[in-house]
T-cell receptor, first 115, second 111 residues
Framework: AQSVTQLGSHVSVSEGALVLLRCNYS??????LFWYVQYPNQGLQLLLK??????LVKGINGFEAEFKKSETSFHLTKPSAHMSDAAEYFC?????????????FGKGTHLIIQP | NAGVTQTPKFQVLKTGQSMTLQCAQD?????MSWYRQDPGMGLRLIHY???????DQGEVPNGYNVSRSTTEDFPLRLLSAAPSQTSVYFC??????????FGPGTRLTVL
């Protein structure tokens, strides 16, 4: 069975500082990995996805994530935080490419940006 | 394209009442899913469908029914609502091996 662990339910950074959101996964097969962002009272929006083409994945809004098989990790980073990055972030895994049988989500990390 | 639409946006039910949450997509996607989101729990898969006439259970299916008679629609039925079903419900759709597109959600309160 797949599972996702997001370390830290809340992460606080200063505006302009590095953002690092941690995600570790378990999967019995090479996984498909995703990061989604959720702004208050909205649905989920895809930030980026890993589908085995490249280990460093660039997404929208300046975010990127690196797939490290040896560490079973897919951490999300952004070099310089902006106030508009304040949101809930979810890491998700799928064995089937993200479509057929749904996604397994982590519990989420609430990103707080301090002015 | 409207993408994934969900109705209603908000609903309050009494324990024991039934209702159907509607979900529709206009992207001709094969796959559709229902999730519930609870504080500190992330999103958990309720049911999913890989095509018209084909559905299967996810992680938390108890208390919910689904059917998929058309590619576009994937309604979620609560036959006898319970307070434990108070949650935000999201519908999602996707094409093969592609990202899931999420609807705006339905906020359900069961008293």
């Amino acid at each position: 069975a797949q599972s996702v662990t997001q370390l830290g339910s809340h992460v606080s950074v200063s505006e302009g500082a590095l953002v690092l959101l941690r995600c570790n996964y378990s999967s019995s097969v090479p996984p498909y990995l995703f990061w989604y962002v959720q702004y208050p009272n909205q649905g989920l929006q895809l930030l980026l996805k890993y589908t085995s083409a490249a280990t460093l994945v660039k997404g929208i809004n300046g975010f990127e994530a690196e797939f490290k098989k040896s560490e079973t990790s897919f951490h999300l980073t952004k070099p310089s935080a902006h106030m508009s990055d304040a949101a809930e972030y979810f890491c998700a895994v799928s064995d089937s490419g993200g479509g057929a049988d749904g996604l397994t989500f982590g519990k989420g990390t609430h990103l707080i940006i301090q002015p | 394209n409207a993408g994934v639409t969900q109705t209603p946006k908000f609903q309050v039910l009494k324990t024991g009442q039934s209702m159907t949450l509607q979900c529709a997509q206009d992207m001709n996607h094969e796959y559709m899913s229902w999730y519930r989101q609870d504080p500190g729990m992330g999103l958990r898969l309720i049911h999913y469908s890989v095509g018209a006439g084909i559905t299967d259970q996810g992680e938390v299916p108890n208390g919910y029914n689904v059917s998929r008679s058309t590619t576009e629609d994937f309604p979620l039925r609560l036959l006898s609502a319970a307070p434990s079903q108070t949650s935000v419900y999201f519908c999602a759709s996707s094409a093969s091996f592609n990202e899931q597109f999420f609807g705006p959600g339905t906020r359900l309160t069961v008293l």
